[in-house]
T-cell receptor
């Protein structure tokens, strides 16, 4: 079975540009999570969705960040405008809303803002 | 809210040494517990899990036992290899109390030949 698919794998862009990260969760999973990982701050939960509805976005750093999940098989994380401090690895993960079931992570998007 | 505490490391061991990475948790309810591993340049992968007290999760020579009385889920391996060098994350999930996944800060393990 295909795992969580993220695109692009790498993104390099200049500050001020809009960045869109994409995620396709595992089919049948109904929870989706966006994380950011840096050396300084470790793994941070940005937002998660249950059944396509945002449940907790308290981890979204500021209004420049937005996330959508228009259907069960696709989600985006957008940064506009981007800043150098947004440079990080962004992970998407999915799971089923079932007790004891783990999260499954994608390979991440390595974002560099120049 | 729920939380996970683990030794932050880094932990440096020689090949074939015994490994223990401590993990303790606080939770309102009765969580499921997980260990994830992250190899350089990759995402987090599930290593093992346990869903009730005294359950032992195991995989690739790693083991962890769900200890409800001490609220712990320590990761152990009898003989580590260079290929085990990675970052290890302890995590919990408690859907009964509306608590989705909570991760510890991760422990970096380096195994020297």
């Amino acid at each position: 079975d295909a795992g969580v698919i993220q695109s692009p794998r790498h993104e390099v862009t200049e500050m001020g540009q809009e960045v869109t990260l994409r995620c396709k969760p595992i089919s049948g999973h109904n929870s989706l999570f966006w994380y950011r990982q840096t050396m300084m701050r470790g793994l941070e939960l940005l937002i998660y969705f249950n059944n396509n509805v945002p449940i907790d976005d308290s981890g979204m750093p500021e209004d420049r960040f937005s996330a959508k999940m228009p259907n069960a098989s696709f989600s985006t994380l957008k940064i506009q405008p981007s800043e150098p401090r947004d440079s990080a690895v962004y992970f998407c993960a999915s799971s089923s809303l079932t007790i004891g079931q783990p999260q499954h992570f994608g390979d991440g998007t390595r974002l560099s803002i120049l | 809210g729920d939380s996970v505490t683990q030794m932050e490391g880094p932990v440096t061991l020689s090949e074939e040494a015994f490994l223990t990475i401590n993990c303790t948790y606080t939770a309102t309810g009765y969580p499921s517990l997980f260990w994830y591993v992250q190899y350089p340049g990759e995402g987090l992968q599930l290593l093992l899990k346990a869903t009730k007290a005294d359950d032992k999760g195991s995989n690739k020579g790693f083991e962890a036992t769900y200890r409800k009385e001490t609220t712990s889920f320590h990761l152990e391996k009898g003989s580590v290899q260079v290929s085990d060098s990675a970052v290890y994350f302890c995590a919990l999930s408690d859907l009964n109390y509306g608590q989705n996944f909570v991760f510890g800060p991760g422990t970096r393990l380096s195994v020297l030949p």
